[in-house]
């Protein structure tokens, strides 16, 4: 069949698909490294010391706004002071994840990363791995009912990524506001890390492990981050969730991540870890851009086909094969005769005598792909 009709409607839509499970990314598929601070003779020459603009550090001046009071316009006495003291003094510590291992994004709604620890600091001696939780800040908005019912879930179980203003606008983290990411769907593709170490403040309460990897956390009591005030609670990181970056910058964590027992690379080179003892507990989602097409089929354009299969098959004495004409691909055209796309029909058309209306799909990206790895056994990858 190689006649060209017009099409009549075209329908775009995106499709949006969350992984329905946790899964682990193992040590061997995270690259590791130390950024030295900005004060180190060596920080000009590193070339890993870009990563500080992923946290918006672009100059000193900037990085100067962490030892300012909140009161005053900056973030001193926040769940970001630590920042000042990493870009001056202690430095990062940055893990590459393989994006190979994620569809389109990780999702920081809820997600772990498990690091080796050696550390004779009072807040985390003795401990030789250390659990850090993704969590978004309390916000007003954060726990109001999305849903009714007794299902009902929270703004935060159906967000993928931290919105709170101060921590992803005034620090510049995270994508930037414009186009359609604004308002209430803007997405700032980041997520920050705590746990019940370091990240806990006077009066400040732990329990970040509560309601991990359960569905809709938030709804069934997981614990969100106090950002500034009474009780406010220390940031140990971020995730950016888009690129695959994990940052460290608490100062406790940085010196005492444990780089001697990695099995390739030695901290000042791209460091991997055995699968267990420096790993992420994750979940992904992928979208997909489909149009739907809409052509009507004069009747005489499905009664004969060109496919050599079925001249072939003819000559070979294939009889049922001459009756036989069904359509399962349609070429789209553009108004120059390029071909621009080819739609399958969501149902297969056979050889008719009337008008037919076909309705066709066609993926304008790759699709949904497939979930990287198994769901976690908890007993290999505690978290």
């Known amino acids: 069949?190689?006649?060209?009709?017009?099409?009549?409607?075209?329908?775009?839509?995106?499709?949006?698909?969350?992984?329905?499970?946790?899964?682990?990314?193992?040590?061997?598929?995270?690259?590791w490294t130390y950024i030295p601070a900005s004060t180190d003779v060596?920080?000009?020459?590193?070339?890993?010391?870009?990563?500080?603009?992923?946290?918006?550090?672009?100059?000193?001046?900037?990085?100067?706004n962490y030892n300012i009071d909140f009161s005053e316009g900056g973030f001193l006495n926040t769940s970001l002071e630590d920042i000042y003291e990493a870009y001056n003094t202690t430095g990062i510590v940055v893990g590459l994840i393989n994006n190979e291992t994620y569809r389109q994004s990780l999702v920081g709604r809820d997600g772990a990363v498990v690091i080796p620890i050696s550390s004779t600091g009072s807040t985390l001696s003795g401990l030789t791995s250390l659990t850090n939780y993704m969590s978004f800040y309390d916000?007003?908005?954060?726990?109001?009912?999305?849903?009714?019912?007794?299902?009902?879930?929270?703004?935060?179980?159906?967000?993928?990524?931290e919105f709170k203003e101060e921590v992803v606008i005034n620090t510049g983290m995270g994508q930037n506001k414009g186009g359609n990411n604004t308002g209430d769907v803007y997405e700032s593709g980041i997520v920050f890390m705590f746990n019940d170490y370091t990240s806990i403040t006077s009066g400040a309460t732990s329990g970040f492990s509560q309601s991990h990897k359960v569905t809709n956390p938030y709804t069934n009591g997981k614990k969100t981050a106090i950002f500034n005030g009474d009780g406010y609670h220390k940031a140990a990181g971020m995730v950016d969730c888009i690129s695959g970056i994990v940052c460290f910058w608490d100062p406790e964590i940085?010196?005492?991540?444990?780089?001697?027992?990695?099995?390739?690379g030695t901290g000042t080179t791209r460091a991997t870890f055995a699968p267990t003892d420096a790993y992420a507990v994750?979940?992904?989602?992928?979208?997909?851009?489909?149009?739907?097409?809409?052509?009507?089929?004069?009747p005489d354009i499905l009664k004969y086909t060109t496919n050599p299969s079925r001249k072939?098959?003819?000559?070979?004495?294939?009889?049922?094969?001459?009756?036989?004409?069904?359509?399962?691909?349609?070429?789209?055209?553009?108004?120059?005769?390029q071909l621009t796309a080819i739609g399958t029909p969501t149902?297969?058309?056979?050889?008719?005598?009337?008008?037919?209306?076909?309705?066709?799909?066609?993926?304008?990206?790759?699709?949904?792909?497939?979930?990287?790895?198994?769901?976690?056994?908890?007993?290999?990858?505690p978290s």
């Not at 098959?313 to 120059?336: F, H, M, N, P």
Request: with cysteine.
């Open 1 to 31: 069949m190689s006649s060209l009709v017009p099409v009549q409607n075209v329908n775009v839509k995106n499709v949006e698909e969350e992984s329905n499970y946790f899964y682990a990314i193992p040590g061997n598929e995270i690259e």
């Open 42 to 64: 060596n920080f000009k020459t590193n070339v890993w010391s870009h990563f500080y603009a992923n946290l918006g550090l672009y100059t000193t001046e900037i990085a100067d």
């Open 347 to 381: 149902e297969i058309i056979d050889k008719t005598d009337n008008y037919v209306v076909m309705n066709l799909s066609v993926k304008l990206d790759g699709g949904i792909g497939d979930v990287w790895g198994p769901q976690v056994n908890p007993a290999v990858y």
């Open 139 to 161: 916000s007003p908005e954060l726990l109001k009912r999305d849903t009714s019912g007794v299902c009902a879930k929270t703004i935060a179980d159906i967000r993928k990524f």
């Open 254 to 264: 940085v010196q005492g991540f444990d780089f001697s027992i990695a099995t390739g």
């Open 282 to 298: 994750v979940k992904d989602y992928d979208t997909s851009v489909s149009a739907d097409v809409r052509v009507n089929a004069n």
């Open 312 to 337: 072939q098959a003819i000559s070979e004495g294939d009889t049922e094969c001459e009756e036989v004409v069904k359509v399962t691909q349609v070429c789209l055209y553009d108004t120059s005769g």
